[in-house]
């Protein structure tokens, strides 16, 4: 998990979202992942602030909750970029020349795995394996899926999107 | 009206199969568009399949950009054309597998359920219910059904040891955190025939009197994540989940529950705290989950393969399911090919088929046209094949005979083009992305391994390091808590012992 750079405190909107959704897996045996993945549908991260609220409403320790927080890649501190490039890095993209796509990614966004770019455009993140083997290498650009990538088609990716974003 | 079968599989998909789709509804009326999973024959995807009097006749692979073309050829016809396949069913690809727990795959329409009833569908947890708990282990127990998520251990042995644990609780939990690079069966099949895996939670429910199921689905799998929910809506809706059973008065409901981007999650211990909502560490094992798993009771843990494949041993009998396969592996494993393959999909096939033939009978050897020079099979954590270990079965013995494993089924071609000392490198430092952290070997010992390798790339003492790297993977392998940190010098070591030219005369500052 990335931690925000600046905490503000949260709305009063955001904490009453929180708890709505608390509430809504009470009945829930275990719930605590399913919660974070709910605050982070609607929020677009966890926030580090909303971890108390989190703790407080399950009587879990804040320590717990922080805890699980950071303990998976998925769960991120601050909201990512307008577009997020999840490219894959596991060994069968590797294969296909995985390896050169990263790192022409890089180089074209101007940035490593795991930021986004000054602009807020594009969030860049590495994933081990999207199960799309037999059709390396492969991304997930937002929700929508892509094998067989090349340096240009991703180019043509990232551009399409952006453009997308600023009209 | 002409049906067309595009497939809506994440793999077709990311292959354009949408846009192919959209292509022929806004281009051809009079067509029936339906939506499958896929039949593993991702080379040609999108595949366009449509129903004509000599079957299913496929074109592929076809772009968006192909489609006007073909509709102006005769498409709906199944005239000639550079892109057509003929029957779909008999082409070479699929005459030689002998699939049983992927039958349905890509040739019905995942959430319809009379596809599903119509193609053999909820046969086996008829005859479940007929028979009753205790017969119905047995059956499992003589199928010889293996774990086919990577442990390989017997089905039927786990199950016994739920149904004979104290009254109370019990859980069924699906594994479906699909996380080994080079595997995409599990995805395949929860997108492609989700009721699949629910008739075989219900089924093992019914065996072991548990009421509930959880699957533990990997985030990065959303098109599964749909399916599923739809399916396990649908059959809620048709009474097979829920307080009555068919009718049958035994409850059975599941839940799908999400991770959240740990690999560990799919070591079963660590997939349990995961479900509790904890840190996705793992358990000290005994007790096995068997005796103490989700919320402390009784549980069984199977992966999707082998949940799905329970339905055909009780509707085909454990007899017809194990005369498939050799020696101790029984039955079919659905293979998946990927990597540096021409021919790259899903091969379900009677335990025995050599490597070798694979690569190349199937894969039709490497896409980029050089030699194939090393095989991983069975995830990050596999062994890497040279060439001269390409003759050996793919079964669970003969693999480990050598050093390897099957694991999950996953075969990962590399070409000559492939650095050794990069994959070893990659294998110690993936396992210290992920590891869980709570046992020493694995989470100090893979950051010191992937250091160690990182300088033998760079020259810088490399006898002394290639020493310490040996003595890293003794460590991880005796002394780990769970197969992550236990089997992440599998790679390592295979590489060192096949590859070692590639970790010898490094210059100092490549």
């Known amino acids: ?167 | 009206m002409v049906t067309v079968w595009v497939s809506r599989d994440a793999g077709a998909l990311a292959l354009g199969a949408e846009a192919t789709a959209q292509q022929l509804l806004a281009g051809g009326a009079g067509i029936r568009l339906r939506r499958n999973g896929s039949r593993g024959i991702y080379w040609l995807e999108p595949l366009v399949e449509v129903e004509c009097a000599a079957g299913r006749v496929a074109y592929g692979p076809v772009a968006a950009r192909d489609v006007p073309g073909l509709l102006n050829k005769g498409l709906l016809q199944g005239a000639a054309h550079p892109l057509r396949l003929g029957p779909i069913e008999a082409h070479s690809w699929f005459t030689s597998q002998q699939r049983l727990t992927f039958a349905r795959v890509g040739r019905i329409d995942p959430l319809d359920l009379d596809d599903y009833l119509e193609h053999g569908g909820f046969r086996g947890l008829r005859r479940a219910l007929e028979i009753g708990s205790l017969a119905t282990v047995n059956e499992v127990v003589e199928s010889g059904l293996r774990g086919r998520g990577g442990a390989a251990f017997p089905t039927g042995l786990k199950w016994q040891t739920v149904l004979k644990q104290p009254e109370g609780q019990r859980y069924i939990a699906c594994n479906a955190d699909e996380g080994d690079s080079g595997t995409f069966s599990d995805r395949m099949l929860m997108e492609g025939d989700p009721f699949s895996v629910i008739e075989g939670m219900i089924i093992a429910g019914v065996a072991v009197g548990a009421t509930r199921g959880y699957i533990y689905l990997r985030v990065e799998y959303p098109h599964a994540f749909q399916v599923l929910n739809a399916a396990i809506a649908a059959a809620r809706k048709a009474g097979y989940l829920g307080a009555d059973v068919c009718g049958s008065r035994i409850a059975f409901d599941i839940e799908l529950r999400l991770g959240a981007g740990a690999y560990i999650c799919g070591e079963e211990t660590s997939m349990l705290e995961s479900l509790e909502g904890r840190r996705g560490e793992i358990r000290v094992r005994p007790p096995l989950p068997a005796e103490k798993g989700l919320f402390g009771a009784p549980t069984v843990v199977n992966n999707v393969v082998t949940l799905a494949t329970v339905p055909v041993v009780l509707a085909e009998g454990a007899t017809a399911y194990r005369d498939f396969g050799q020696a101790k592996s029984r039955g079919t494993i659905p293979l998946q090919l990927a990597g540096n393959v021409l021919r790259g999909g899903l091969v379900e096939r009677a335990f025995g088929l050599t490597v070798r033939e694979l690569l190349y009978d199937y894969g039709g050897g490497s896409a980029s046209g050089r030699p194939i020079r090393a095989v991983q099979i069975g995830g990050p954590l596999g062994a890497y094949l040279p060439e001269s270990q390409f003759d050996t079965p793919l079964e669970y013995e003969a693999l480990a005979a050598i050093g390897a494993m099957l694991g999950h089924g996953g075969v990962v071609a590399f070409d000559d083009t492939v650095d050794m000392l990069e994959m070893a490198r990659y294998a110690m430092e993936f396992c210290a992305i992920e590891s869980c952290g709570k046992c020493t070997p694995c989470r100090i010992g893979s950051v010191r391994g992937a250091e160690a390798l990182r300088n033998i790339a760079r020259g810088i003492n490399p006898e002394a390091n290639l020493a310490l790297v040996a003595e890293l993977c003794d460590t991880m392998l005796h002394a780990s808590l769970c197969g992550l940190g236990g089997m992440a010098p599998f790679p390592v070591q295979s590489a060192m012992k096949h590859f070692g030219g590639d970790f010898r005369q490094r210059t100092p500052g490549s």
């Open chain 1, 1 to 167: 998990m990335k931690q925000s750079a600046a905490p503000k405190p949260l709305s009063q909107a955001q904490h009453d979202e929180i708890l709505a959704i608390v509430a809504r897996h009470g009945k829930q045996a275990g719930p605590l992942i399913e919660i974070l993945h709910e605050v982070q549908r609607s929020l677009g991260c966890v926030p580090a602030e909303a971890v108390p609220v989190i703790a407080n409403a399950l009587n879990l320790s804040r320590a717990e909750v922080h805890g699980v927080v950071t303990f998976y890649h998925y769960f991120r501190g601050a909201p990512h970029g307008r577009q997020v490039v999840r490219l894959c890095r596991a060994e069968a993209c590797q294969s296909m020349n995985g390896v050169a796509l990263a790192k022409h990614a890089m180089k074209r966004l101007g940035i490593g795995f795991g930021e986004t770019t000054p602009d807020g455009a594009v969030t860049l993140e590495a994933v081990y394996c999207l199960g799309l083997c037999a059709c390396s290498p492969a991304a997930m650009i937002d929700q929508e899926l892509f094998g067989r990538l090349t340096p240009e088609r991703l180019d043509e990716l990232i551009r399409r999107d952006n453009e997308k974003v600023s009209t």
